[in-house]
Nanobody
């Protein structure tokens, strides 16, 4: 499974951005998908998660502002970010948990996208 994240950019406080994550390869084996972010000088943190059944979870700091979604038919995941704040600045990564079968043996893995920079500044 390979992931390609896009949609980052420079936005003013209060603005919006929509991040996209395109999956390719053995996409039928993808289960959960997540968005992480890493702010300058900080550890990477999980921002939002979505299961294959579209159940979602968010960190407290983005609840009510961010929405994670996915389109299984298109092998895409999205992160709609509204009311952006300067503290939302960072590199955003998408990740996918998957299972594939190699010679009949299940193999579990996690794929990462390359990251897309989001800068919230006036």
């Amino acid at each position: 499974v390979q992931l390609q994240a896009s949609g980052g950019g420079l936005v003013q406080p209060g603005g919006s951005l929509r991040l996209s994550c395109a999956a390719s390869g053995s996409t039928n084996g993808i289960n959960g998908m997540e968005w992480y972010r890493q702010a300058p000088g900080k550890h990477r943190e999980m921002v939002a998660t979505i299961t294959s059944g579209h159940s979602t979870n968010y960190i407290d700091s983005v609840k009510g502002r961010f929405t994670i979604s996915r389109d299984n038919a298109k092998s895409m995941a999205y992160l709609q970010m509204n009311s952006l704040k300067p503290e939302d600045t960072g590199v955003y990564y998408c990740a996918a948990d998957y299972i594939v079968f190699q010679e009949g043996t299940p193999v579990v893995g996690r794929a990462w996208g390359q990251g897309t920079l989001v800068t919230v500044s006036s």
